[in-house]
């Protein structure tokens, strides 16, 4: 039985039309075993997924990646801010509101912090694009969506110096990524796996 009592993730949503399995899937498993779940976007509120489910943000991803953290945090009344150190792992989901919602420097900051903090990042459906934009995937190996009619994910990939993989979920090293909604479960059980090893 995984125990991942303690460890805390944060899981990173597009407000809007998010793909919900992707979320809802792996926060199950990871929260079964024990995992303390934060969910962090561009705004507050209730972000509405794809297919309608509902989830309450916990904090804003431009307050994950705020180098003088100790110091915000002491002129702050605003409770929610996290640095990248209080979390183990950091987790992208996709959907179609994914690339319009969070391919930005935010993202590719709390992209590159995590790496760099030695933290699992795992990313999910369109969202590897996020990762390989942010310089991340350079030499590792990975999955991304795509359909027989768009491959141009794939491409942004290798453009970007990741080694794509055609299967479902890819483990390279902490770096996690997984293929879409129908790999959610088997990418919230390799999250989980990593996480345990910690």
Not at 164 to 191: H, L, R
Request: glycine residues 10%; hydrophobic residues 40%.
């Amino acid at each position: 039985m995984n125990d991942l009592t303690s460890k805390k993730v944060v899981i990173i949503i597009a407000h809007r039309n998010f793909r919900d399995e992707e979320y809802f899937v792996p926060k199950e498993i990871l929260e079964g075993a024990g995992a303390e779940i934060k969910t962090a976007s561009t705004k507050m509120g209730r972000a509405l997924g794809a297919d309608g489910g509902e989830v309450e943000i916990d904090l804003l991803i431009s307050e994950i990646n705020i180098a003088e953290f100790d110091d915000l945090q002491r002129k702050s009344s605003h409770n929610s801010i996290q640095s990248i150190s209080s979390f183990e792992a950091v987790v992208f989901i996709g959907g179609p509101g994914c690339l319009e919602n969070l391919d930005n420097e935010n993202s590719y900051k709390v992209a590159k912090e995590t790496v760099s903090q030695d933290k699992i990042l795992a990313s999910i459906c369109i969202s590897p694009i996020i990762l390989a934009k942010a310089g991340v995937l350079a030499g590792k190996k990975a999955t991304v969506w795509s359909s027989p009619m768009d491959k141009s994910p794939v491409k942004i990939l290798e453009e970007n110096g990741a080694i794509y993989q055609d299967e479902s979920v890819v483990v390279d090293g902490k770096i996690i990524t997984g293929n879409g909604p129908g790999a959610a479960k088997e990418f919230g059980e390799a999250i989980t796996g990593l996480l345990t090893t910690l």
